[in-house]
């Protein structure tokens, strides 16, 4: 399933969920009917995409012998 922005001839803006992008496609021929108005003659609105966060890199690993110099917060 895939969300998308609509936007109508008249200017208003609605969200509708499509099966895939080949299922908008048919639905756009057969027209979709703006929830305000009615109107058939929508469009997708620019969209910004979704980016998760993305998680912090792990720390190194410690050499064999341990860090050295006791900077190492392992071995505390």
């Known amino acids: 399933m895939i969300v998308y922005a609509l936007h109508c001839a008249c200017g208003h803006d609605f969200d509708q969920w499509f099966d ?4 908008y496609d048919t639905k756009k021929a057969a ?6 108005c009615g109107g058939t003659e929508v469009a997708k609105a620019i969209m910004a995409p979704r980016v998760g966060k993305s998680k912090p890199a792990p720390a190194p690993a410690c050499a064999p012998g341990g860090c050295g110099g006791g900077g190492c917060p392992m071995m505390m």
């Open 20 to 23: 895939n992008m080949a299922d």
């Open 31 to 36: 027209g979709i009917p703006c929830p305000s």
